[in-house]
């Protein structure tokens, strides 16, 4: 069976499919990428240019993994217990 097509003057085009079709290639939705990415890089850069406070940062929609990446960061020496870039960090980035 051939597909319907219509080729507007700015050529595009349209195709015309059903809805089990539509189903099938729309039907897997991935997470967003800043729902599975590892934020250790992000706080650091944040860090780095002067935002002490990230926990208490205006953002749009908070990541769930904020607290993953501070504690991360705590646990490999990065920051300090007050959350504070340490030293060594400091010089390498």
Known sequence: ???LTTNLPLQRAFKVCGSRTLSKVFSVQTCPAI?????ANTVLTLKKIGISNLVQFDFMDPPER???????LNYLGALDDDGS??????QII
């Open 1 to 3: 069976m051939a597909s």
């Open 35 to 39: 729902l599975r990415s590892n934020l």
């Open 66 to 72: 904020l607290m993953r990446a501070l504690e991360v």
């Open 85 to 90: 870039l340490t030293n060594s960090i400091s």
